[in-house]
């Protein structure tokens, strides 16, 4: 892999997360914000490594004698498409020959993040963990993969369901980990999340400009597959479900609803839920 296409800092690291394989630990938390970084350092016991390029954020420590990177990812699939890349390089690439390792290395992608509810039950402070997860952002459309914890059945139904523009990017449907689902959901809601390539007109929002989709979010809100109803929408998950099943790594996002959308609430203080999810899924993730 030539210099331009392995993208490394002057000290060796991937360029945009500056981690490598030393620096990374094998449980990954992923948040938007790179100011949430800071919480977890009031959370682990103690921190070996911490470095942060533009809205990337990167944490290593130890919890409860478990190893954890917490990384800001910024918002969007455009950004998941980077550090997800990353991610798997700094695990499975030797940096210093360009080479991919013999031993695959398998991460656990945890998002912690925020979302809008899309169901009038599902009040804003509550956690909803992903089973699946639908991307409308098109992104893993550009890669070659198998169809390793893809969906393809689902995909076809939500087409037919929704019957978007063909203009539009085709959907693609993904599945998160069962294994940290069943590891860290226990007491949360499950289900479908939704990822858009915006927050304004792709999740519905009218402003000054309105959307394409007439009713996009009870049309999204009345779909379900298996049993599984869309709970809610958001901006990352179903770029990092694809990359953990294509690159093979476990993968799960829960979120903290701070709007319900069919009610038009918001959750403008969320700081204190937030800490006490970040907590929750910590001590989960090192029983």
């Known amino acids: 892999m030539n210099a331009a296409e392995l ?6 690291n991937l360029y945009h997360i500056n981690l490598n394989a030393d620096t990374l630990a094998d449980n990954v938390l992923l948040v938007g914000d790179p100011e949430r970084v800071n919480m977890f350092k009031t959370i682990f016991d103690n921190i070996e490594f911490e470095s942060q390029n533009r809205e990337l954020h990167a944490l290593t420590g130890t919890f409860r004698g478990q190893r954890f990177t ?6 969007g699939c455009d950004n998941i498409d980077i550090v997800a890349t990353e991610l798997d390089a700094a695990a499975n690439i030797d940096l210093a020959t360009r080479t991919i390792r ?3 290395r398998s991460l656990n992608l945890v998002r912690i993040g925020t979302s809008g509810s899309l169901q009038a039950d599902i009040d804003c402070g509550s956690l909803v963990a992903s089973r699946y997860a639908i991307g409308l952002d098109g992104l ?6 198998s169809d390793q914890g893809f969906e393809p059945a689902m995909q076809q139904a939500f087409a037919q369901h929704m019957q978007l523009n ?6 693609y449907c993904v599945s998160g980990s069962a294994k940290l689902l069943e590891k860290v959901a226990e007491g949360m809601h499950h289900g479908i999340t939704v990822t858009a390539p915006g927050f304004y007109g792709p999740q519905g929002r009218n402003i000054r400009l309105a959307p394409s989709i007439d009713q996009l979010n009870e049309r999204l809100a009345q779909f379900s597959w298996n ?3 869309v709970t809610n929408l958001e901006m990352e998950t179903s770029a990092i479900f694809g990359f953990a099943n294509a690159l093979g790594h476990e993968a799960l996002t829960v979120c903290l609803i701070i709007a319900n959308r069919p009610a038009g609430t918001f959750l403008n203080d969320y700081h204190t839920p937030m800490r006490q999810a970040i907590g929750t899924i ?3 993730m090192a029983k």
Request: hydrophobic share 35%.
């Open 102 to 104: 013999q031993q695959h």
């Open 282 to 284: 910590m001590e989960r």
């Open 227 to 229: 049993g599984t109803r």
């Open 70 to 75: 917490a990384l800001s990812t910024g918002m």
């Open 166 to 171: 063909p203009a539009l990017a085709a959907p």
């Open 140 to 145: 893993l459309n550009y890669y070659e993969h």
């Open 7 to 12: 993208v490394l800092n002057p000290q060796g």
